[in-house]
């Protein structure tokens, strides 16, 4: 098995863990938006296990009018439709004040980061997450520089084509890499927790290595059959030696 030439990290749930995170600020936008309405949080923690974007999130949060209740309207009395934009756009904005001080790196993650950095690796971050949180939360906790800016990928920069779909690293990242690293795909790590990022990870032919600590749900990950798979993020390290 090669040694390989890139490793790239999910953000959520691998080198941060942000569910706190996530369910307050989705239900603050919840309150916002549709106090009448509190989403059920076994629903929102399934989402959050695959890794949803929000505008998925939102969308299957949104309650089901039930028979003998009328659903929330507009003041010209028709009723409120669901407006994404508008969701997301809400939960940005929460999550900016709210969710990023719940927003914490998982123990280990600076160490790792430095070693990889300081041996020569290149280090990549695909996240569908906003890349301006992305940013924003590695340089709240002094992170920043450690992945070079340019190597971090997260939406709107790959146009909603969110991983599973290899879109972040054939149209986005592997054109900042440079030519000589095209084709290359057999000799990269990909390093997530959910399935989602198994999945993208064998869409673009990379090894997997799963996270356990993480956010994702463990059935559906086990089904994946990952070749490598850690407890703890420090353990990455190790993944990477035995390669």
């Not at 953000?11 to 307050?24: C, K, N, Y």
């Not at 002094?142 to 879109?167: H, N, Q, S, T, Y």
Request: proline share 9%; charged share 25%; hydrophobic share 35%.
């Amino acid at each position: 098995m090669p040694t390989p030439k890139l490793i790239i990290f999910d953000f959520d749930g691998t080198l941060f863990d942000s569910h706190s995170a996530i369910t307050t600020s989705v239900q603050l936008t919840f309150n916002s938006l549709l106090p009448s309405y509190e989403p059920p949080l076994a629903d929102l923690n399934r989402l959050i296990s695959i890794g949803a974007p929000p505008e998925v999130t939102f969308k299957a949060l949104q309650p089901k009018p039930e028979p003998d209740t009328q659903p929330d309207t507009l003041p010209d009395g028709n009723a409120l439709p669901f407006n994404e934009n508008t969701w997301v756009q809400e939960y940005r904005s929460i999550y900016a004040t709210h969710g990023q001080p719940l927003t914490k790196p998982y123990p280990g993650a600076r160490d790792v980061l430095t070693t990889l950095r300081d041996r020569g690796f290149k280090v990549a971050i695909i996240s569908n997450k906003a890349v301006g949180a992305v940013k924003t939360a590695l340089e709240a906790h002094g992170l920043d520089g450690l992945v070079d800016e340019e190597l971090i990928i997260g939406e709107p920069m790959f146009g909603g084509r969110r991983k599973p779909d290899p879109a972040g690293y054939t149209d986005v990242l592997v054109p900042r890499l440079g030519e000589d690293f095209e084709g290359e795909g057999g000799e990269v790590l990909m390093v997530g927790d959910t399935v989602t990022d198994l999945l993208f990870a064998r869409n673009i032919g990379a090894k997997v290595c799963w996270c356990r600590f993480g956010q994702g749900n463990a059935e559906e990950c086990e089904k994946e059959r990952p070749e490598f798979e850690i407890e703890r993020l420090g353990d990455v390290l190790g993944v990477v030696d035995a390669m």
